[in-house]
């Protein structure tokens, strides 16, 4: 079992930042990835960034330019920092384990860009 924890989001004015972390515990394999997705309201749910062990990330378009994902894999975490939000960013936000046999989801985190 892999257990996930996000934390960071919030309430942000358009234009803003904020910093996402998810932190992962238990049998984590060596080669993975993690990825962020997220879902608003009345919408499914989307991908916006995966970073695999000594592989560039990738991004949506959506974010691309905007949005960075890093990882400490000395701490098993993954953040997602995010820059120039907007209103369409409004969403949760919920971080994704995976590896060659199982994934694995956090709860998620809301964040919301308004003024």
């Known amino acids: 079992q892999v257990q996930l924890v996000e934390s960071g989001g919030g309430l942000v004015q358009p234009g803003g930042s904020l910093r996402l972390s998810c932190a992962a515990s238990g049998r984590i394999f060596s080669i993975n990835a993690m990825s962020w997705y997220r879902q608003a309201p009345g919408k499914q749910r989307e991908w916006v960034a995966t970073i695999g062990i000594g592989e560039r990330p990738n991004y949506a378009d959506s974010v691309k330019g905007r949005f960075t994902i890093s990882r400490d894999n000395a701490k098993n975490t993954v953040y997602l920092q995010m820059n120039s939000l907007k209103p369409e960013d409004t969403a949760v936000y919920t971080c994704?384990?995976?590896?060659?046999?199982?994934?694995?989801w956090g709860q998620g985190t809301q964040v919301t860009v308004s003024s």
């Open positions: 994704r384990y995976s590896d060659r046999y199982r994934e694995y």
